[in-house]
């Protein structure tokens, strides 16, 4: 084909290649809000693992990505007073990864899952899951104070009445303690709403790393009312735009240099 027609082609099949990515297998989420800091920065890129729970839960101490439950105030605020070419390009941008996340889009870390009894505090100030206190000194930032009236509404205070995790359903909280509204105030989030695992920081390069579960976790004992494992789980369609921002843009260069190899290999068989 000559490289007029060959090129649209693959750039075609470079943008399905980087749809197909995105639905199924793993996409990066623009981090919005201030809520994980210092664990995550507002304008992270993290690459979300969407197949992992697929075939198993979520586990304590995983940074997740979930669709927030109705009664979840949105931290991500989009302009629904927006042009129709805006919503356009918005509509194009997510299935590609251009777009920033919407409106109920979240990231949380893992505290409690079914059967957990997750309180706060202990003599020292500390959360506790099952009885177990959580040294958190590792990735919490500015925790909430200690002596601030608890509010229903309002995540403001540290302290909170002990919460038995329900079934079906987890308990999330930010790093960022201090700014953070998560189930601590907002309730829980069914497992089922989890859209994937974050596993690494992808952008900017200068913060690339593994986001790995801390070790006090796997110290957490077993709730005595722990329900039984769960059969496979049906796999979701996406629910929320997330950006997988670095696949389009390698693929079609990898078209453009095929494109070129094909082109001087024809050359030198003419030569021939």
């Not at 199924?24 to 979300?48: K, W, Y």
């Not at 007073?81 to 251009?98: I, K, M, N």
């Not at 959360?127 to 500015?142: A, F, H, R």
Request: charged share 20%; proline share 10%; aromatic share 10%.
């Amino acid at each position: 084909m000559p490289l007029w027609q060959e090129l649209p082609l693959l750039l075609i099949v470079a943008f399905c290649l980087a749809v197909l990515i995105r639905t199924f297998l793993v996409q990066a989420f623009f981090i919005p809000s201030g809520s994980m800091e210092e664990t995550l920065l507002v304008g992270d890129r993290v690459l979300v693992n969407k197949v992992l729970y697929d075939v198993r839960e979520p586990q304590r101490g995983e940074i997740v990505v979930f669709e927030g439950p109705p009664n979840w105030a949105p931290e991500n605020q989009i302009d629904k007073d927006a042009g129709f070419f805006a919503e356009l390009g918005r509509t194009v941008g997510d299935l590609v990864g251009f777009s920033q996340p919407g409106e109920k889009d979240f990231i949380k870390r893992v505290i409690g899952l079914p059967g957990d009894t997750v309180a706060c505090c202990d003599v020292q100030g500390r959360v506790t899951v099952n009885g177990y206190p959580l040294d958190e000194s590792s990735y919490v930032y500015e925790d909430s104070p200690l002596d601030a009236t608890p509010n229903p509404r309002q995540c403001t205070a540290r302290r909170f009445d002990p919460v038995k995790v329900e079934p079906g359903q987890m308990f999330v909280m930010g790093d960022h303690r201090g700014v953070s509204q998560d189930s601590r105030c907002q309730g829980q989030v069914p497992i089922d709403n989890v859209i994937g695992r974050a596993f690494v920081i992808l952008w900017p390069s200068s913060r690339w790393g593994w986001l790995s579960v801390p070790e006090t976790f796997k110290n957490v004992p077993k709730n005595a009312a722990a329900p039984a494992a769960p059969g496979p789980r049906i796999t979701r369609a996406p629910q929320i735009p997330l950006t997988p921002d670095f696949f389009v843009a390698p693929l079609a260069a990898s078209a453009m240099v095929s494109t070129r190899s094909a082109r001087q290999q024809r050359l030198r068989r003419r030569r021939w």
